[in-house]
């Protein structure tokens, strides 16, 4: 009995930190929104222990900020923060996907990446049509398979934590910007089609790109008043 309920408060737990995730995610909690552990429990009708768990790691993960007076509150991440993210993952993805070309298909099967092809022509689809909400479920799980295949599961978190920061800071201000559709990158597809035929100079190009494409966004955003330029 006492592992069945340590279970099912560990889930409680995954689901609230989930549920969070994609409230930040989708823009309706915002950077500096501040909220309490009771808050969110009487929210999901919910005890404050599996939440204050959840709140704790969401913290850790970089999301969230911890008060000790007056609760938490979502992060605030600077275009500063982003630029750093952008790099960080360009030096690691660099030689992430290196390694994963040299060995070709022997390491990453065509076959393997069936599922990962369908994240990136959904993720696409999303980026040419403008479609915010579409495009990050699909994009996170396009870079978490694809990475999970070619290297190893400390690196794919790490990654994956990345991107979702990264995400956290964007939501925010594309959702605020009127030319919102010509900044969402749609080059997964590429990206798919160069690790399959095991291309490092193509996978390189579709990975500058990628980081190219963040960053002149970046330059759009007034890092005063932190929102896109005019």
């Not at 850790?60 to 993952?89: C, K, N, P, W, Y």
């Amino acid at each position: 009995m006492p592992a069945s309920g340590a279970v099912t408060r560990n889930t409680l737990r995954q689901q609230i930190a989930d549920a969070l995730r994609d409230e930040v995610l989708a823009g309706r909690l915002l950077p500096g929104e501040e909220f309490t552990v009771k808050h969110i429990a009487e929210q999901y009708g919910v005890s404050a222990t599996p939440v204050r768990e959840a709140l704790v790691d969401l913290s850790a993960q970089g999301l969230l900020d911890s008060d000790q007076h007056r609760g938490f509150r979502v992060h605030q991440f600077t275009v500063a923060d982003f630029r750093a993210m952008i790099e960080a993952r360009s030096l690691i993805t660099e030689g992430v996907f290196r390694r994963a070309v040299v060995h070709g298909t022997r390491r990453v099967r065509s076959e393997a990446l069936v599922s990962v092809r369908r994240r990136a022509e959904e993720a696409a689809r999303a980026a040419k049509g403008g479609d915010l909400d579409i495009l990050i479920g699909y994009d996170l799980r396009f870079w978490r398979e694809l990475t999970a295949l070619i290297t190893n599961q400390y690196i794919c978190d790490f990654l994956h934590r990345l991107r979702v920061q990264a995400w956290v800071f964007s939501v925010p201000l594309l959702r605020g910007d009127r030319a919102c559709r010509d900044w969402l990158w749609s080059g997964h597809e590429q990206l798919v089609d160069a690790i399959t035929l095991g291309d490092a100079d193509a996978a390189r190009a579709v990975m500058d790109d990628c980081h190219t494409h963040s960053l002149a966004w970046a330059d759009r955003v007034d890092p005063e008043l932190g929102r896109p330029r005019r």
